[in-house]
């Protein structure tokens, strides 16, 4: 039996790409392409959908996946800007219902393993900074991929970074997690995102590059795969990736 699934955002690029995910395979079919002019709570009712991508902005992300849990749906959040304190209430809300739902900042394999690449790294080497860059357009600064991947630099670290941060704060990157993320809004660029690690006399690079956004479709159909077997919420989807 297909998996009945919603995208909300539809009209958007990032939702343009989803419904051609579910449009494609076998394994789903898309019930509905909603936007802010619909509403999503009536859509899920009516058309009885398992689980919802939301792909829309910031501003509505979080009453967004409310309503999606509230209607007994899966959450597959492709929207950043969600707050740990808004993270805590959607987690609590899904181990009430045991709803599977997945908090995905990113939605590119690439951009995942550099995370997990990261992770590693910042065992033997805590003194970094990231540096993202996004198309002009993108709403919020930093990205939610630079602020994950931050946060999982903070965790994985054996020691705490111990460079004093010097002259004027607003050059030297807005800190997250002890980390300091560097944002760049430009046209031509997609989005990228560089981690510098410096250690005593080397440093080492991790690069990830997005040339289209063809790259987010296999990270939507894992996320589309994954939810449904899951009773809690899941942040950041390079925890599904090895699974």
Same mark, same amino acid.
């Given at each position: 039996m297909k998996t009945r699934i919603i995208v909300n955002g539809a009209a958007g690029k990032m939702g343009q790409i989803a419904c051609e995910v579910l449009e494609n395979h076998i394994d789903f079919e898309l019930v509905a392409r909603c936007t802010r002019n619909d509403n999503l709570a009536l859509a899920i009712a009516d058309t009885k959908a398992q689980a919802v991508i939301d792909v829309t902005e910031p501003a509505a992300v979080f009453n967004n996946t409310k309503t999606i849990l509230e209607q007994q749906a899966r959450p597959i959040i492709g929207t950043t800007g969600l707050t740990e304190e808004q993270l805590n209430e959607i987690k609590? !809300?899904?181990q009430e219902k045991s709803l599977g739902c997945i908090i995905a900042p990113n939605f590119s394999i690439g951009a995942l393993l550099l995370m997990q690449c990261a992770?590693?790294?910042a065992r033997f080497m805590a003194e970094c900074e990231i540096i993202e860059l996004?198309?002009?357009a993108k709403k919020d600064a930093p990205s939610g991929?630079?602020?994950k991947t931050a946060n999982i630099?903070? !965790?994985a670290r054996q020691r705490p970074s111990l460079i004093t941060r010097q002259g004027d704060a607003n050059a030297l990157g807005y800190m997250d997690a002890s980390?300091?993320?560097h944002s760049v809004r430009l046209p031509g660029i997609l989005a990228d995102e560089t981690v510098i690690f410096g250690n005593t006399g080397e440093s080492l690079t991790l690069q990830h590059r997005t040339l289209s956004r063809d790259a987010f479709k296999p990270g939507i159909l894992l996320a589309c795969q994954k939810v449904m077997a899951l009773d809690h919420m899941v942040y950041g989807l390079e925890n599904l990736l090895f699974e």
């Open positions: 609590n !809300q899904c992770k590693q790294v996004h198309h002009p991929t630079a602020i630099i903070s !965790q980390v300091p993320i």
